[in-house]
């Protein structure tokens, strides 16, 4: 509702600070994400979430195999191609913000992966709950497949926290961890490309574990760890509604329609896939 909110607020009056938006949507999700940790117990969500380690590595790989191949066949601009199958692949504009230097992408091809990108995860954050819901999913099921077939965080945790608290916890920690690959593949590309370009390091998700780890193993006072948590939703929410402000008809035109169908072929692909997986365990 926060997004849906936002998003007539856009339409209706016009974002007043376009130029701060995606920096506030930056800032507030890092430190939301962070929040979260402090009411995560980390043995509980690992345990729970093994297999969605597996999933992730196997995903990443396939989606960036796939992506390279439809890219070719649409004779996308082989730039555009690599954002967006980045983007699906690990954790949307974190991704493409990390592998945007280091390939020196042009602002279009940047925007073109971005609005693709961004389209997908607002639908994928109204319909997920309501589709796992439909299918009897467990809360363990639906964290797990939120984290791997939804690309941003904020979309992931947004969703999971519609389906409830376990849910949360198991979606944020796979996800954070299918994050931690932005690494990797920063390396990976600077040496491919040799570009030279600077890689962004996700500091904010190491943050998130030493919350974690903090919560689990030394222990805080009971209220404070529960605030803090409690906190950093109403956060989210907000940087929910800043996410839907930011989303416009012109961008969504500005993505151009080669961009817009491999981006709605890597997520079909990516979101069945790993779901007919979760449901095969």
């Known amino acids: 509702m926060a997004m849906v909110m936002g998003f007539l607020f856009q339409l209706a009056f016009k974002h007043p600070y376009p130029a701060h938006n995606k920096s506030a949507i930056n800032w507030s999700l890092k430190s939301a994400v962070v929040g979260l940790g402090f009411g995560i117990n980390a043995t509980q969500a690992l345990n729970s979430s093994k297999e969605g380690?597996?999933?992730?590595?196997?995903?990443?790989?396939?989606?960036?195999?796939?992506?390279?191949?439809?890219?070719?066949?649409?004779?996308?601009?082989?730039?555009?191609?690599?954002?967006?199958?980045?983007?699906?692949?690990?954790?949307?504009?974190?991704?493409?913000?990390?592998?945007?230097?280091?390939?020196?992408?042009?602002?279009?091809?940047?925007?073109?992966?971005?609005?693709?990108?961004?389209?997908?995860?607002?639908?994928?954050?109204?319909?997920?709950?309501?589709?796992?819901?439909?299918?009897?999913?467990?809360?363990?099921?639906?964290?797990?497949?939120?984290?791997?077939?939804?690309?941003?965080?904020?979309?992931v945790v947004g969703a999971a926290t519609a389906y409830g608290e376990e849910a949360l916890e198991i979606a944020t920690t796979v996800k954070l961890a299918r994050a931690l690959w932005i690494i990797p593949l920063s390396l990976l590309t600077a040496l491919f490309f040799g570009k030279g370009g600077k890689i962004k390091w996700p500091y904010f998700i190491f943050l998130f574990i030493a919350a974690m780890l903090l919560n689990s193993f030394i222990g805080l006072p009971e209220n404070l760890s529960n605030g803090i948590s409690y906190a950093a939703k109403r956060v989210l929410t907000a940087t929910l509604f800043l996410v839907g402000a930011g989303l416009s008809i012109e961008k969504i035109k500005a993505a151009g329609w080669q961009a817009l169908l491999l981006g709605i072929i890597l997520w079909a692909f990516i979101a069945i896939s790993s779901l007919m997986a979760i449901l095969s365990f």
């Open 53 to 155: 380690f597996i999933l992730t590595i196997v995903g990443i790989a396939s989606t960036l195999i796939l992506g390279w191949l439809i890219g070719k066949l649409l004779k996308l601009n082989p730039k555009s191609s690599y954002l967006l199958s980045s983007g699906t692949a690990i954790c949307g504009g974190s991704a493409i913000a990390a592998i945007s230097p280091i390939i020196k992408a042009e602002e279009r091809d940047i925007s073109m992966a971005l609005g693709t990108v961004f389209l997908l995860n607002s639908i994928a954050l109204l319909i997920f709950p309501s589709i796992g819901h439909w299918l009897e999913l467990s809360q363990a099921q639906f964290g797990t497949w939120a984290a791997i077939a939804i690309h941003d965080t904020s979309s």
